[in-house]
Structures are given as C-alpha cells and as structure tokens.
C-alpha cells in the first residue's frame, strides 16, 4: 500500500522457519515524523537488559504470493515482502525522510539465537548529519523504541509495534459491544471526566474493531477457498487434455477446454495475487491500529484520571491547598496537551484510514471486474470456435 501523506511504519520481515525467537506477535517497526534523526542511528547505540523479551516474528505488510506468512498458514510471501519503503514527513508535500527495514540476517551465539535487520535511512533535511544511514538492529531494539516513544508521547498514534497472538482474539473482542461496554465500566474504565468527544472515539474504535476484525476473518477464508479452488482448477485441466488423446472425434473441443481452465487458473491466480497484497495486508493492519489506538485511548483517561483524583483529594483536604492547586493546574496543562495532540493525530488517522480503505476496496472490485471480464472473454472465444466448427461439419455434411 501507499504510504505517502502518512506517518506509517516500515515493516520487518519474517524470520525464516526454525529460527528462534518465537511466534507469539505479529508486528510493524518504525517512528513517526516528528521523532529528528536517523532511526537508531549508530551513534545512539540502544542500552537493553538481557532480561529482554526474545526476539519476536514480525509482520510485512507488503506480503505476497509465495508459501506461508505470518498472519495465516495459507498465505503465501515472496521476496517482495522482505523490503518495505515507507515515507516520513510532517508535510505531504515534504517528502524527504526515507527509511528502509530489510535483509533479516541470522546470528548465533553460545546463550542465543537472534535475527537482526538493516534499518537504511536516506534523507536530504538539513538537521542530519549526513544523507544517508545504516544500522543493524534486532527485534527488541524496536520494542525498545515503542516503549521509549510511547512514554514521551503517550497520546500520539505511534504505528509501530502491537501484539497480535496467533491463538486469534481474546475472550473480551469475541463479546457484543454491549457487554464489553458493561466489562469495562465494572472495571472502572474511562476517567469520570472523560470529555464527550473522546468517549465518542472509545466506541468508534470498539465499532471499528469488531468490524474490521470480521473483515479479516472473512477475508481469510475467501483466500483459503479460492487457493483451493485453483488448486481444482490446476488438476482439473490437463485432465481434459489427456482425455482428448483417446477421443478423436472430440479432441480439438477437450483441448479447447483445457486451454480456457488454464487461462482461468492463471487469471485465479492474478485475483489471489491481489488479495494477498493489496487486501489481507490492510485488513491486518488496521486490526493492530485499532489496538494501538485503543492504548492511546486509555493513556489519556489515565491522564485524565490522575487529574481527577488530585482534584478530590484537594476538595477533600483542607492543608496544603497551595501545593495541591499548583499540581492540578500542572496537571490541566498535561491534560489539554494530551487531548489536543489526540485529537490531532486521530483526525489525521481517520482520514488515513479512510482513503486507505476506499482505495483498497476500490482496487479489489477493479480486480474481480478484470478477473470475470478475463474468464468470459475466454469461454466466449471457446464458444465462438465450436459454433463456426459445427458450422462447417453442418456445410460438409449437406453437400453431395
């Protein structure tokens, strides 16, 4: 997908089979526009505890046809997947930040086992250094990042890395809206003083969730059985051709037959290519947003809650007023900051999200009106032929 006019993130890629490092999330790595510099440059080499998470698989979201990915067993990648660009700018029209994660490399030591990938930065702003970077970095430098971003910016959208288990989704995504809605309020969620608009975003993005995780769902499925009806198809049509071989009087019609299946496979195989990378990837990719945006959500009632409480507990005291009014007017100001950024990135995202849907949609209807077009002219043409043949045998049969 594009990624222009947006502060998206550059996929990384699969690990191959049996290295280490678990299958437990699925992910995206970057940093938003306004982080200045060269992702994890050299010069800023990364303190981690070895206590760390094990480096993770991730997800490319430029995924494609070829065996197994990481979102589905029945998907397929290719090489296409293992680089992704992806463009930075705080303009639209600035497009001048490029940042390139690529070439997973395999490293093993005596304690572990790890993957590594090369983070190439090019740029022409003047504030670097230099125009162009490049780093070797592994997976938990990334969640390092996230953790690091996300305490500087805790209501940004950051695109970069969400937890997405293999096993599907929790007890609480597969229950109505209504009943998380009653979940949540038992727990407490949302601060007391939640303003409106942000309760509103709460239950869009609940909304948006469930549905976009349907999507995917179905999208999957209509994947795994149009690779099981190619998989027909593929056997399908030579079955005709060695058919013909034994039946003269019929063989040109069989081997018609079985050129159009196999014009119909190829065509298949088009529309699949399609849906492995233009559909299921951002399908999936809005399903890890819904749950970045959710955290952003619930960063910013935490905000809100620790305003809240700091103004009970000063109507509920009556010492240290002093102190108590000089917090809570700090606390104001974070709290409007918070919701002026949120409000900001959200607009931003929506509109994102939008355009990226209706050009997704839009491609996938051009794909199947190409795919469908593509068959009929085929058997059409098939026809065509055996109405001039029978023709022809029907001229030849009446003359004397």
């Known amino acids: 997908m594009e990624a222009e006019g947006r502060e998206s993130a550059p996929s990384l890629p699969q690990p191959a089979p049996g290295d280490e490092g678990g299958a437990e999330a699925d992910a995206t790595a970057g940093a938003p526009c306004g982080v200045r510099g060269p992702l994890l440059a050299a010069a800023e080499v990364l303190a ?5 998470d094990d480096d993770l698989e991730v997800f490319s979201k430029d995924a494609s046809l070829a065996e197994v990915n990481s979102f589905s067993p029945s998907m397929p990648i290719s090489l296409s997947s293992m680089i992704n660009q992806y463009k930075f700018e705080d303009e639209p029209e600035q497009r001048d930040l490029f940042i390139t994660v690529d070439d997973p490399e395999s490293h ?11 983070v190439l930065t090019k740029t022409s702003r ?12 592994r997976y938990q430098d990334f969640l390092w990042l996230k953790s690091r971003l996300e305490e500087a910016h805790p209501t940004l959208i950051i695109p970069e890395l969400s937890s ?6 929790g007890l609480l995504s597969r229950m109505g809206q209504t009943v998380r809605a ?16 942000f309760t509103e975003m709460n239950n869009y993005m609940e909304t948006f969730s469930q549905k976009i995780s349907v999507l995917d769902k179905i999208a999957h499925r209509i994947y795994k059985e149009e690779r099981e009806y190619f998989n027909e198809m593929k056997e399908y049509g030579p079955i005709h051709t060695l058919w013909s071989a034994s039946e003269d009087d019929v063989a040109d019609c069989l081997k018609g037959v079985a050129s159009c299946i196999d014009k119909c496979c190829k065509a298949t195989e088009k529309r699949m290519a399609g849906l492995s990378e233009n ?13 970045i945006l959710m955290g952003v959500l619930k960063r ?14 000063l109507t509920n005291k009556k010492t240290e007023k002093d102190l108590f009014s000089e917090e809570i007017g700090r606390l104001e ?4 900051y918070a919701n002026n950024v949120l409000k900001a990135d959200w607009d931003r995202w929506k509109q994102n999200m939008q355009r990226d849907m209706r050009a997704t949609f839009t491609n996938v209807a051009e794909n199947n009106l190409r795919y469908y077009e593509e068959c009929l002219a085929t058997w059409e043409s098939f026809l065509a032929s055996q109405a001039v043949h029978l023709h022809v045998e029907e001229d030849s049969e009446d003359k004397p």
């Open 48 to 52: 981690l505890d070895d206590e760390e």
């Open 279 to 291: 559909l299921l990837p951002i399908l999936h990719e809005y399903i890890l947003y819904s749950e």
């Open 164 to 169: 997405h288990k293999k096993q599907g989704p």
């Open 333 to 336: 100001d974070k709290v409007e």
């Open 108 to 118: 093993i030591t005596a304690l572990e086992t790890f993957i590594t990938y090369r």
């Open 126 to 137: 003047g504030e670097f250094d230099s125009s162009e970077y490049e780093v070797r970095r």
């Open 182 to 197: 009653v979940a949540s309020s038992v727990r407490g969620g949302g601060a007391k003083n939640r303003p409106e608009v």
């Open 300 to 313: 910013r009632d935490q905000i809100q809650g620790e305003l809240d409480s700091r103004v009970d507990a």
